[in-house]
């Protein structure tokens, strides 16, 4: 038997299916010269097209083969996935009273249908998806017997998508899996940076984003994070010579002692371990690092290289450190300049609060970015295209502001996630409107900082 032939035609991402038939049906046969196909056959690794670039072999992983593994010869000594919490609706709110009333109607309903199946009068949960999500971990808890009570310590903060804050509840019995997350964020007020990538097998291209607070999964697509510390209990362990030790907890490193020691014989005795992890986020923002493996970026985690030139990690380094002031501090940023309100220059003075509540942000038609139409009252206009250009998880930043800050309820539960609650409950009914601006500013700066990245030889 003679081996099959295998060939293939790249006719171009962002088509219908509609538009890819009529390709084919234009061309009248898959043989057909107009078609252009060309024979391929699988690399190494099996890919047969999109192949990987055999120059990412060679560079340092990101994530350790053994989490916690202090002679790991990567950049990290673990990483975590985002929450996954199977149940986002009940678990996440903008606003914290309503998040805590439906944390304990759910777990009323739990332990309700537990203590039923424990008498006898039922002999499986009756779901109702008004009072619950039932998912297998809540499933495997009934089998266990295992009763829920409220976990005041739970209620956090997250980053639920990129510059979206929400109210969430972090307690294992309402959450799916947290992973590694208790170790980074065992408690409010443990502080703690991730570097959050795109996963494995995203269809989204490659991304990364920081956090200083609990991420979801879907921060980016599938999150993979990686810690500046993680935490350890005080009692389980001694700590050393030159670990912090916070209260009950012990805070150790998440850079590895590896990439320390090959940092400083390259760079010099000066590098520091968070000159490393911001050398990481300003190396995963280069565009030309981005398109010469975004094979590689989909089937893997990132792999870095220490670049040649000291000057060049230098630049990396503080460029990384620009990006996460700017990424984490955005609420804070200064209004655009040049952007109007109501055709008027953005002035301090507050709009009164009738004015600020907002159902759903909108483009005055499609491809008119330039305006936004944020309710009945206001209207941001002038907005420079160069700001769309900052993309993050498939979207301009803008864009998930636009998206996500607008009143939603959830089908199955009939919850109702307002975005205006977060600026009530925060004593600062202009906080949406502040946010969207911010991240207007945010925008423009990420371009501008990216554009002055060192350019490197990646082949």
Same mark, same amino acid.
């Given at each position: 038997?003679?081996?099959?032939?295998?060939?293939?035609?790249?006719?171009?991402?962002?088509?219908?299916?509609?538009?890819?038939?009529?390709?084919?049906?234009?061309?009248?046969?898959?043989?057909?010269?107009?078609?252009?196909?060309?024979?391929?056959?699988?690399?190494?690794?099996?890919?047969?097209?999109?192949?990987?670039?055999?120059?990412?072999?060679?560079?340092?992983?990101?994530?350790?083969?053994?989490?916690?593994?202090?002679?790991?010869?990567?950049?990290?000594?673990?990483?975590?996935?985002?929450?996954?919490?199977?149940?986002?609706?009940?678990?996440?709110?903008?606003?914290?009273?309503?998040?805590?009333?439906?944390?304990?109607?759910?777990?009323?309903?739990?332990?309700?249908?537990?203590?039923?199946?424990?008498?006898?009068?039922?002999?499986?949960?009756?779901?109702?998806?008004?009072?619950?999500?039932?998912?297998?971990?809540?499933?495997?808890?009934?089998?266990?017997?295992?009763?829920?009570?409220?976990?005041?310590?739970?209620?956090?903060?997250?980053?639920?998508?990129?510059?979206?804050?929400?109210?969430?509840?972090?307690?294992?019995?309402?959450?799916?899996?947290?992973?590694?997350?208790?170790?980074?964020?065992?408690?409010?007020?443990?502080?703690?940076?991730?570097?959050?990538?795109?996963?494995?097998?995203?269809?989204?291209?490659?991304?990364?984003?920081?956090?200083?607070?609990?991420?979801?999964?879907?921060?980016?697509?599938?999150?993979?994070?990686?810690?500046?510390?993680?935490?350890?209990?005080?009692?389980?362990?001694?700590?050393?010579?030159?670990?912090?030790?916070?209260?009950?907890?012990?805070?150790?490193?998440?850079?590895?002692?590896?990439? &320390? #020691?090959?940092?400083?014989?390259?760079?010099?005795? !000066?590098?520091? /371990?968070?000159? *490393?992890? %911001?050398?990481? +986020?300003?190396?995963?923002?280069?565009?030309?690092?981005?398109?010469?493996?975004?094979?590689?970026?989909?089937?893997?985690?990132?792999?870095?290289?220490?670049?040649?030139?000291?000057?060049?990690?230098?630049?990396?380094?503080?460029?990384?450190?620009?990006?996460?002031?700017?990424?984490?501090?955005?609420?804070?940023?200064?209004?655009?300049?040049?952007?109007?309100?109501?055709?008027?220059?953005?002035?301090?003075?507050?709009?009164?609060?009738?004015? &600020? #509540?907002?159902?759903?942000?909108?483009?005055?038609? !499609?491809?008119? /970015?330039?305006? *936004?139409? %944020?309710?009945? +009252?206001?209207?941001?206009?002038?907005?420079?295209?160069?700001?769309?250009?900052?993309?993050?998880?498939?979207?301009?930043?803008?864009?998930?502001?636009?998206?996500?800050?607008?009143?939603?309820?959830?089908?199955?539960?009939?919850?109702?996630?307002?975005?205006?609650?977060?600026?009530?409950?925060?004593?600062?009914?202009?906080?949406?409107?502040?946010?969207?601006?911010?991240?207007?500013?945010?925008?423009?700066?990420?371009?501008?900082?990216?554009?002055?990245?060192?350019?490197?030889?990646?082949?």
């Amino acid at each position: 038997m003679n081996k099959a032939e295998v060939f293939y035609k790249d006719i171009g991402d962002y088509l219908s299916r509609e538009e890819k038939l009529k390709i084919v049906k234009d061309a009248k046969s898959i043989i057909s010269p107009a078609l252009q196909m060309t024979q391929i056959k699988p690399n190494e690794h099996g890919d047969w097209i999109s192949m990987r670039n055999s120059k990412f072999d060679e560079f340092i992983p990101l994530e350790p083969v053994y989490k916690f593994d202090n002679r790991t010869q990567s950049f990290f000594t673990l990483y975590s996935l985002g929450t996954a919490t199977n149940r986002d609706a009940w678990v996440y709110n903008f606003s914290g009273a309503e998040l805590r009333k439906n944390i304990k109607k759910t777990i009323a309903h739990y332990n309700e249908q537990l203590a039923l199946l424990a008498s006898g009068k039922i002999k499986e949960p009756i779901y109702d998806s008004t009072k619950g999500s039932w998912t297998r971990d809540w499933l495997n808890h009934i089998k266990r017997n295992v009763e829920f009570s409220e976990n005041n310590a739970e209620y956090r903060f997250s980053l639920y998508r990129p510059f979206v804050k929400m109210n969430t509840y972090f307690d294992d019995d309402l959450n799916q899996e947290r992973y590694q997350l208790p170790k980074l964020f065992p408690e409010n007020d443990k502080d703690n940076l991730l570097i959050c990538v795109t996963g494995i097998g995203s269809t989204k291209p490659f991304c990364t984003f920081i956090s200083d607070i609990i991420p979801c999964l879907d921060l980016v697509d599938k999150s993979q994070c990686f810690p500046l510390y993680w935490y350890e209990k005080k009692e389980k362990v001694q700590a050393g010579l030159f670990e912090k030790t916070e209260d009950e907890y012990i805070r150790r490193d998440g850079i590895s002692n590896f990439i &320390l #020691e090959q940092a400083n014989t390259r760079y010099g005795p !000066k590098v520091t /371990k968070q000159d *490393i992890f %911001y050398y990481v +986020y300003g190396i995963l923002h280069s565009p030309d690092y981005r398109k010469t493996f975004a094979n590689d970026l989909k089937k893997m985690l990132p792999r870095l290289p220490l670049v040649e030139r000291a000057a060049d990690f230098w630049a990396f380094s503080k460029a990384g450190r620009n990006l996460a002031e700017v990424h984490l501090g955005y609420e804070e940023q200064e209004p655009p300049k040049g952007v109007l309100i109501n055709g008027k220059p953005v002035s301090r003075t507050p709009f009164p609060a009738s004015q &600020l #509540e907002v159902n759903k942000m909108a483009f005055p038609a !499609k491809g008119q /970015k330039g305006t *936004i139409v %944020y309710n009945s +009252y206001l209207t941001i206009s002038n907005i420079p295209p160069k700001a769309y250009e900052y993309v993050v998880n498939g979207k301009s930043a803008i864009e998930w502001v636009m998206e996500r800050y607008a009143v939603a309820t959830h089908k199955e539960s009939g919850i109702r996630n307002d975005p205006n609650d977060w600026a009530k409950e925060h004593g600062n009914p202009q906080y949406i409107l502040d946010l969207l601006l911010s991240v207007i500013s945010v925008s423009m700066k990420t371009v501008e900082i990216v554009a002055g990245l060192p350019k490197v030889e990646w082949e």
